[in-house]
Nanobody
């Protein structure tokens, strides 16, 4: 079992930066591919970014590419999502997730573990 707890969300103005964190605990959490997803009100959950277990490979959704950076610190069992130039359309609940293997990164059902989410609200 892997437990994931997100933090760092909040209410911010458009254009600013925000850093989300995900604390992982449990069995061999550092061996999992980690991903970030988000779900806006009335919309389906969507993929944001993923990082391989050693941090060597990263993959981003087109909607955030160039504005977001995913990173991880396996010594601290944390994964972060740095978001710059936030837009109102980035408003959503952001979820951290873990899966085995670096494939099907955008497939929600491919992830084995999920956090409870952290709310990000961007005002215009």
């Amino acid at each position: 079992q892997v437990q994931l707890v997100e933090s760092g969300g909040g209410l911010v103005q458009a254009g600013v930066s925000l850093r989300l964190s995900c604390a992982a605990s449990g069995r061999a959490s550092s061996t999992y591919t980690m991903g970030w997803f988000r779900q806006a009100p009335g919309k389906e959950r969507e993929f944001v970014a993923a990082i391989s277990r050693n941090g060597a490979f990263r993959y981003y959704a087109e909607s955030v590419k160039g504005r977001c950076t995913i990173s991880r610190d396996n010594a601290k069992n944390t994964v972060s999502l740095q978001m710059n130039g936030l837009k109102p359309e980035d408003t959503a609940v952001y979820y951290c997730a873990a899966k085995s293997g670096f494939s099907e990164l955008g497939v929600i059902n491919a992830y084995d573990y999920w956090g409870q989410g952290t709310q990000v609200t961007v005002s215009s």
